[in-house]
């Protein structure tokens, strides 16, 4: 199932596949699109140029513009809690659970600037901790809490995810920007982890 919740039924028709595999490829091509060349270029005209169709096909699958970035933005989040999760759950004793979430949450920002940013930091129509947070969104935040709780179980995991989540957004922030020497960001990271794991 994808972000959106969009899958296709085994029991689906071949109209209701094609119609899945059309969202699909809107979706990849506009995150693609951000990506290369900012969501500026993001367009309803592009992207049904883009799959060859004409601009109804995009509005017989989202409302507009909008609805097209806001459905990039939860697979985002989908993305994001699924690689922290494979980083903190993989056993292979490369890193605690808490330095690899801080690592897998750095790399994404890193290879997913645009993306991150439509995430963290642009104008959206998403809701954060509150009843109506979506889904996506939570299970991406419960990825980190669940890396603290294998660590250091005494500790409540929620502020201390907020906590982390505050530390890591910033770091990936600076980093972007380059307010801050990328021979620091080792250093920082060990910080943040000691801080998040240290007893209460």
């Keep these: 199932m994808s972000a959106d919740g969009s899958a296709t039924s085994p029991g689906a028709t071949p109209g209701e596949r094609r119609g899945h595999a059309r969202r699909r490829q809107i979706l990849d091509l506009a995150a693609q699109i951000a990506e290369d060349e900012g969501w500026d270029a993001v367009t309803t005209r592009r992207l049904a140029a883009g799959i060859d169709y004409s601009q109804p096909v995009i509005y017989q699958h989202f409302s507009g513009r909008g609805d097209v970035i806001r ?14 999760r494979r980083r903190t759950s993989s056993g292979d004793g490369q890193a605690a659970p808490v330095a690899a979430a801080c690592s897998a949450y750095l790399d994404f920002a890193r290879n997913r600037p645009r993306l991150y940013a439509a995430m963290f930091s642009e104008p959206t129509s998403l809701v954060f901790a509150d009843e109506e947070t979506p889904t996506e969104l939570r299970e991406a935040f419960n990825a980190l809490s669940e890396a603290i709780n294998q660590q250091v179980p005494d500790r409540d995991p929620v502020p201390a995810a907020e906590l982390l989540w505050a530390c890591c957004h910033g770091l990936a922030t600076l980093e972007a920007s380059q307010r801050i020497p990328a021979e620091h960001l080792a250093g920082h990271l060990d910080s943040i982890v000691a801080m998040i794991t240290r007893p209460v």
Excluded: K, S, Y
Excluded at 71 to 84: C, D, I, M, Q, S
């Design 71 to 84: 459905a990039v933005t939860l697979e985002g989040f989908v993305e994001l809690g699924r690689l922290v």
